[in-house]
């Protein structure tokens, strides 16, 4: 059995989350805190600490197997890796700004204009894309400070709530591409077994966070409207209860429609809805 290896972030937005999800899906490790490499104790893995934009590389030439890391890191990178699976967070926006008092209102008034990022190769395709031709210049660190010191008319960078921007007196400007993590595969592993079994444990921690556990109770007079509103993984579970001519029903109901559809089964006669949360899902 292989032992695989996986890359994520050491430090930065993505590496709690990165670090959760592999936790949640029952893999045992420790010192990842103080350690460049971690070994899996109950699993052939093995977590390698990087820095974001090193981990793209590091999955294409081998180095590493696997890797979680953004999606703009990827594009940024230009490495040839295959995309496994979203993983639903660290989620943001790669923005054009400009000065909160800056005239500038429509793209093409970028043309000859100064845009300070540290993202080059995703600005410049979607500045030729757009047929504008800006002044590109590549700066590492905080780009919010550039039209402040009369480094550039604009910036391009990431946005996940826009306070910093704010901060430094700039506003949105244009929307360039959304971003969030992603596992990453070398494409020499696609048909690897321990690979196939971790992304299942994956997609089922994913799954269970997408989704509420119901439990109710109703009256077998209102059963049907309730079922009808309740799909469940496959179908509702219907138990009877001591109480005679009610029963419990057990379902799933899925996060983005949870409060719909507790509105709606309230209205169909359910009562005593238990809500629960789903720690896996495997189908």
Known sequence: MKTL?????????????????????????????????????????????????????????????????????????????????????????????????????????????????????????????????????????????????????????IVSTGGTLKSNGLKPFADVMQSEAVLIGNKSIAENPEVAELLQRIRSVLSAKSNKYVVLNVSKDNLQKVVDLLPGVKSPTVVPLFEPNWVAVHSVIAEEDFWDKINSLKAAGAEGILVMPIEKIIT
């Open 5 to 157: 290896k996986i890359a994520i972030q050491k430090s930065g937005r993505l590496n709690e989350k990165s670090v959760e999800i592999l936790k949640n899906c029952g893999l045992s490790f420790e010192n990842y805190k103080s350690s460049l490499i971690s070994t899996v104790t109950n699993f052939p893995l093995e977590i390698l600490f990087l820095r974001d934009d090193d981990i793209p590389e590091y999955v294409q030439d081998g180095i590493a197997d696997l890797g979680i890391v953004g999606e703009n890191v990827i594009v940024e990178t230009k490495a040839e890796v295959d995309y496994l699976q979203k993983l639903g967070f660290g989620k943001c926006t790669l923005k054009i700004a400009v000065q909160a008092t800056s005239n500038i209102q429509k793209l093409e008034e970028l043309n000859g204009k100064a845009i300070a990022t540290s993202y080059p190769v995703i600005l410049e395709k979607f500045l030729q894309e757009k047929g504008i031709k800006s002044d590109i210049r590549t700066i590492s660190g905080s780009v919010e400070i550039g039209p402040g010191l009369g480094l550039s008319d604009a910036i391009f960078d």
